[in-house]
């Protein structure tokens, strides 16, 4: 029915409007309408980021109208509401992450949801692809203390470490810096492959180091980084003594398949690997890999759980993301951690750090989830497989060989 001159959209009887006055209130009732949405998600998720200010109109396609943005000096009722600022929006992601959901491990300590991950931050390995592709290993534009500080700052409170990554020394800086106390972080490291071949020795003196260069008495989580043919069983061990000796809290493992963790089992270990950390996002979906660890009560790392941004323009990942006025990276964080799996973003610049972890206030549908699994190719699993014979033996007297790597491994 028309509404009547002297009566507002709201039912209410008013003074007669001017042709202009009523102009006003017309371009008002079609804001409101352009702007309603059904459901109020939680502030994270309502307050658009700075890179999205304009709406794109396939993203609020669902809410039945020409999609514009809503103020942010205006509620979605067009209740005018208090200015909120970016540092507001900035402290409730950070609030987010600082008490993001955890993982229990198997001695009940809780592992973060989200980890930083400090590969390539700062410093590139002589032995990583882009180097050898670029002639050798090197800084990059920012340094790895800059680049943690920030990630420290934006509320991440896990950090993924290694030796292989040669920046521990400039992470141990940022925590110094940061003020934070010891207790409320989970610091994880790994062994290289170089030094799992050397031995006890070598491992131990490569912990101190590590310790050292963290800036603590011990770590919340050690990996063997990958199963070296012939050595990392008894480099486990080592881990294991280690573990009783109160330098690393948990012990676990890096790029195992099935096959290496039943050899590892068959070796006589005595204290159970807490997690086992390898590439895991819906373009290398390994579901019978990944349900064998699960049943074995081994929690599962997620490297690689943006793809390193080469999968950010897919069309199935780009249609989830618009339903939920999401980017492509909040997506496959958000899978990963819908599918038990602790997410580990990696990045050097801040405002990415602050998207990448802002995956705490949508869910995605079942739907969603199968579209997202069913992107695994076949030729994914053949890299994957060239890729874990060409690592196994890396940086060791055997690199470039297959001596001693299993040619018959689980690779889905």
Request: with cysteine.
């Amino acid at each position: 029915r028309p509404i009547s001159r002297n009566r507002s959209i709201w039912g209410g009887t008013t003074r007669s409007m001017s042709s202009a006055t009523e102009q006003d209130a017309a371009k008002e009732a079609l804001y409101r309408a352009a702007s309603f949405t059904p459901h109020v998600a939680p502030l994270v998720a309502t307050v658009p980021t700075a890179a999205a200010e304009v709406s794109d109109p396939a993203k609020n396609s669902h809410r039945g109208g020409v999609a514009r943005p809503i103020s942010r000096n205006r509620s979605i009722w067009g209740a005018t509401t208090r200015s909120m600022s970016s540092a507001t929006e900035q402290d409730a992601a950070k609030e987010a992450l600082i008490n993001c959901p955890t993982i229990p491990l198997k001695d009940g300590t809780k592992h973060p949801a989200i980890s930083f991950g400090t590969y390539k931050v700062g410093f590139i390995p002589a032995s990583a692809s882009s180097a050898v592709t670029t002639g050798g290993a090197g800084g990059t534009e920012r340094t790895a203390e800059e680049c943690v500080s920030d990630a420290l700052s934006v509320g991440y409170r896990s950090l993924e470490c290694a030796e292989f990554y040669g920046n521990e020394s400039e992470v141990g800086k940022a925590i110094a810096s940061s003020g934070i106390p010891r207790e409320e972080l989970f610091l994880c490291s790994k062994v290289w492959t170089t030094t799992i071949e050397k031995g006890e020795d070598a491992i131990r003196a490569q912990l101190d180091k590590t310790l050292a260069d963290l800036g603590t008495d011990y770590v919340d989580l050690y990996l063997v980084h990958w199963p070296v043919p012939g050595k990392h069983v008894d480099a486990y061990k080592t881990l294991e003594k280690l573990c009783r000796e109160g330098k690393c809290r948990n012990i676990g493992l890096s790029n195992y398949a099935v096959e290496d963790y039943q050899e590892l089992k068959d070796g006589g270990i005595e204290i159970a690997p807490a997690v086992n950390q390898i590439e895991i996002n819906p373009f290398l979906y390994r579901k019978n890999t990944l349900d064998f660890f699960t049943k074995e009560g081994v929690v599962l790392q997620s490297y690689r759980s943006l793809r390193d941004g080469k999968a950010f323009d897919d069309p199935t990942v780009l249609k989830i993301a618009a339903a939920h006025s999401k980017t492509a990276a909040q997506i496959l964080g958000r899978w990963c951690l819908q599918k038990g799996f602790v997410y580990m973003p990696k990045s050097v610049k801040k405002e990415r750090m602050i998207e990448n972890g802002k995956v705490f206030d949508f869910e995605l549908s079942d739907q969603e989830m199968a579209e997202l699994d069913a992107l695994t190719k076949p030729e994914a699993f053949s890299a994957f497989e060239t890729l874990y014979r060409k690592c196994v033996n890396r940086d060791t007297s055997k690199d470039g060989t297959m001596d001693g790597v299993k040619m018959n491994i689980t690779s889905d």
